[in-house]
């Protein structure tokens, strides 16, 4: 198989996904999802082995992009732009 599937979803994640505290990561979670899954078809994962490592992968998606979020540090600048 080569690289897990989780390994590739993670990967593609950190380069697709931009988590930001109030973005629309977790509604655009499905679409994030549809394309995670057409590019790892693409390099021949199965969304079998998606499913098998990750689950549902929009619901994974959305929790990654939630972890993310929760590891950024907070500052009152990111509602103030003055």
């Given at each position: 198989m080569?690289?897990?599937?989780?390994?590739?979803?993670?990967y593609w994640i950190e380069q697709n996904v931009e988590a930001e505290i109030y973005s629309d990561t977790r509604?655009?979670?499905?679409?994030y999802a549809a394309?995670?899954?057409q590019a790892a078809?693409?390099?021949?994962?199965?969304?079998t082995?998606?499913?098998n490592e990750?689950?549902?992968?929009?619901?994974?998606?959305?929790g990654?992009?939630?972890?993310?979020?929760?590891q950024q540090p907070f500052s009152w600048s990111q509602f103030y732009r003055g």
């Open positions: 080569g690289t897990s599937a989780r390994v590739f979803v993670d509604h655009r979670s499905r679409e394309q995670c899954l078809k693409d390099r021949g994962i199965s969304v082995e998606i499913w990750c689950g549902d992968l929009a619901t994974y998606i959305a990654t992009s939630d972890r993310a979020i929760d």
